[in-house]
C-alpha cells in the first residue's frame, strides 16, 4: 500500500503535528510505503503562475508540480493533515491542488483521471459545536472535498474533525489520536469505494463525460 501524507501546518507544536507523529506508525506497522509532505518545509509555491497554467493545455509542468503529481499516481491512498481557520483549509493547501490537479492531469472534459484512489483527510478545529454546525464549517469543507477530490475520481472521500483544539485536556488529546490511528486504519481494513458516498462532483462529471447534461429532458 502506497500513501501520501500532505501535512499542511507551519507550527511544529500543533496539534496537527501530533496527528502526523501518530498516524506514521501506525501507517508503517501495516507495512505502507510512506512519503511525507510537508508542504510548508518544502516550500512549495502555492500560487498559480503564468507557466502552471499554460500546462493546462500543453501538459508541460514544472519540476515541483511534476514531482508531486508522480506521486499522486504512485499513491492508492492520500492522506491530508491540516487546521480549519476561517472555516476552510488553509490557502497554500488549496493552492497545492490547484496546481497539482491541473486541468490535463486530474481531469479532463468532465472526466475524473484518479480513480482507484482515496483520500483520508484529518482536520482540527479551535471551535466547538454547536458553532461549527451552525456556520456550516462542516458543510463547506465537504462541499470542496467533494469539488476537488470527486472531480478527479477518487473512489473514497473520508473526513475526521477534531474540535476545540487549543482548549482540550491532554485526555482528550489521547482519545483523539487514537482515534486517528483507527481512522487510517480503514485505508487497510475497508475496500475501495465502501467508505464514503459518491458526491455531487464525481457524478456530474460521469454524466457529463457522457454526454448526458447535454440532452433535453421532456
Request: glycine letters at 8%; charged letters at 20%.
Amino acid at each position: 500500500m502506497n500513501v501520501v501524507i500532505i501535512y499542511a501546518h507551519p507550527y511544529d507544536g500543533s496539534f496537527c503535528k501530533g496527528l502526523l507523529e501518530t498516524i506514521v506508525p501506525t501507517l508503517e506497522a501495516r507495512g505502507a510505503n510512506i512519503k511525507v509532505k510537508d508542504l510548508v518545509k518544502m516550500n512549495f509555491d502555492p500560487v498559480m503562475r503564468p507557466e502552471d497554467l499554460r500546462a493546462a493545455k500543453t501538459k508541460v509542468y514544472t519540476e515541483a508540480v511534476k514531482a508531486e503529481q508522480d506521486d499522486i499516481l504512485w499513491a492508492d491512498a492520500i492522506i491530508t493533515i491540516a487546521p480549519v481557520w476561517f472555516g476552510m483549509i488553509p490557502g497554500f493547501l488549496k493552492g497545492y491542488f490547484d496546481k497539482v490537479f491541473i486541468t490535463g492531469f486530474a481531469y479532463d472534459q468532465g472526466l475524473g483521471l484518479l480513480s482507484g484512489k482515496r483520500v483520508f483527510s484529518l482536520f482540527t478545529f479551535g471551535a466547538n459545536d454547536p458553532y461549527i454546525e451552525l456556520v456550516n464549517q462542516y458543510r463547506t469543507l465537504e462541499y470542496l472535498w467533494d469539488n476537488i477530490f470527486g472531480m478527479v475520481g477518487f473512489d473514497d472521500i473520508a473526513t475526521k474533525y477534531f474540535t476545540r483544539v487549543p482548549t482540550s485536556s491532554d485526555e482528550l488529546r489521547q482519545q483523539y489520536l487514537v482515534e486517528a490511528s483507527a481512522f487510517v486504519n480503514q485505508i487497510f481494513d475497508r475496500k475501495l469505494g465502501e467508505i464514503g458516498q459518491l458526491g455531487h462532483a464525481r457524478l456530474l462529471t460521469h454524466l457529463t463525460a457522457k454526454g448526458h447534461l447535454n440532452e433535453k429532458f421532456n
